[in-house]
């Protein structure tokens, strides 16, 4: 039996999940799972790396010591962060997050750099001011010894394949979510590097997925007690999540729900108009040099956060709890602006909603169930205008709505989201992200010779319903 192990890290959890075919489909087994989660470290959210690579470690050998060691695997993680590597390859400074607010105002020190809509013109990715380019400027102005000294920029799950390898491979899907890498070129844009002030020696050749990285150190194979290859899958999660929507033509449009909401649909080129800058949609590199034309929205991110408010103390609340609050509260009328940069990081994600609906002067939502009511009524809302700004961008009309990823497990949001967009709504597969990153690895392997035959595949293994 050949397994294939994909190892999938987001924002609040990461897992192990082996595949195997068994007649002809994909059966997949969760094998570890581990917490992730922000940490503050001199009055920064930050990642805890080391922790987590000793996660990986500990994920890999309880699938060796299962007897079932896999004959690759590949590492999947959320965009934009990276870490610098000085000359003996020791990280330089703490492994700050996404999330922190070391970016605030970086926006206008790199618009007196470069316009926003030339940026956008060489990129197109979407302005948010966690990209990695307002990350850099963040360290060129609170340390920019950082950068005299880097050698190295490796993307989070890049920095773990050179923990394990000792190779360092930088890959294309996720420097594109950066905003450091050309629309046309689909190489760095050497050229904004040097713009921006930032050593363009750091940055190294850009792989595809399915390029191997290399073997375990041999500390590692003897540490988790197997020896194996590390692929390249589509390292951005959402890159990994996209290849496993189950459906071969190009009449729909997909969510990868999670954490974060990524809606939008495959193109072959980019889409880099004023337009399209606009309406804030981003291009993120996927596989095979296809373009993600895509919306990111706060997505799960905004209930996982009034649950984790709500199960302070001995009561722990389950997402079933909630919704069953927020059905009973259901014809709340108020609606709040997901993207809105104040519920990017809060205190309290309860008393945004109640703010922002105080300030847009709509009723104000006092009971839990009223807060997550708004808050599905409001996610359902913005993946309807998504839809009509993509159908605008490209002009077409879509017929389906493709959910996958963990978030498709919502039937409340599901059902809300058909209602809202007049679609027909399919949901699943639950894993996309980890199917896609395996995908990757069996394309490589030789079990699929093509992306449609591996995607005819997911969809003929895993349940896929049609949202009623």
Same mark, same amino acid.
């Given at each position: 039996m050949k397994y294939y192990l994909a190892v999938d890290i987001g924002a609040s959890s990461g897992r192990h999940i082996l595949a195997h075919m068994e007649d002809g489909k994909m059966v997949l087994e969760e094998m570890?799972?581990?917490?992730?989660?922000?940490?503050?470290?001199?009055?920064h959210l930050c990642w805890e790396f080391?922790?987590?690579?000793?996660?990986?470690?500990?994920?890999?050998?309880?699938?060796?010591?299962a007897g079932k060691a896999p004959v690759s695997m590949g590492i999947d993680t959320w965009g934009v962060d990276f870490v610098l590597l000085d000359k003996d390859d020791h990280v330089l400074g703490d492994t700050i997050a996404y999330r922190d607010s070391r970016t605030n105002g970086m926006d206008e020190e790199l618009s007196k750099l470069i316009s926003p809509e030339e940026l956008y013109s060489r990129t197109? !990715?979407? &302005?948010?001011?966690?990209?990695?380019?307002?990350?850099l400027l963040a360290i060129k102005k609170e340390h920019p010894e950082y950068l005299e000294q880097a050698e190295s920029f490796l993307m989070t799950p890049e920095y773990f394949n050179f923990l394990l390898t000792g190779v360092k491979k930088n890959e294309y899907t996720n420097a594109t979510t950066g905003q450091l890498v050309n629309a046309q070129t689909k190489d760095w844009d050497y050229e904004l !590097?040097? &713009?921006?002030?930032v050593p363009t020696k750091i940055f190294g050749k850009l792989n595809m997925p399915k390029t191997s990285v290399g073997m375990l150190k041999e500390e590692i194979a003897a540490q988790v007690g197997c020896q194996l290859e590390v692929v390249l899958p589509?390292?951005?999660?959402?890159?990994s999540a996209v290849l496993a929507v189950p459906a071969n033509d190009d009449d729909f449009?997909?969510?990868?729900s999670g954490t974060w909401s990524l809606m939008g649909i495959e193109r072959k080129e980019a889409e880099c108009s004023l337009k399209s800058m606009e309406y804030n949609f981003t291009n993120e590199g996927g596989y095979d040099y296809r373009f993600r034309y895509l919306k990111n929205i706060m997505g799960l991110w905004m209930l996982q956060s009034v649950r984790k408010e709500m199960s302070a103390g001995d009561k722990k609340y389950s997402f079933p709890e909630l919704i069953a609050m927020a059905k009973e509260a259901d014809g709340f009328p108020s609606i709040v602006e997901c993207n809105d940069q104040s519920f990017l990081a809060p205190e309290s994600m309860t008393k945004a909603v109640q703010d922002f609906c105080e300030k847009s002067g709509q009723p104000v939502p006092k009971t839990m169930g009223e807060v997550m009511v708004v808050i599905y009524n409001s996610l359902a809302r913005c993946y309807a205008e998504t839809i009509s700004q993509l159908e605008e961008m490209?002009?077409?009309t879509f017929s389906r709505l493709?959910?996958?990823?963990?978030?498709?497990?919502?039937?409340?949001?599901?059902?809300k989201t058909k209602e809202a967009t007049g679609k027909e709504v399919f949901a699943g597969p639950v894993e996309g992200t980890a199917l896609g990153n395996l995908m990757v690895q069996m394309m490589k392997d030789g079990t699929f010779t093509s992306l449609e035959e591996a995607r005819t595949c997911v969809a003929a293994s895993f349940d896929v319903k049609p949202v009623e």
């Open positions: 570890y799972r581990f917490v992730n989660g922000n940490v503050v470290r001199d009055g080391d922790r987590l690579f000793t996660e990986i470690v500990n994920g890999i050998k309880a699938c060796a010591d197109g !990715i979407q &302005k948010q001011l966690y990209n990695s380019i307002y990350q !590097i040097e &713009k921006i002030g589509a390292t951005h999660d959402t890159g449009v997909y969510l990868s490209s002009g077409r493709h959910i996958v990823g963990g978030g498709c497990q919502d039937a409340f949001l599901n059902k």
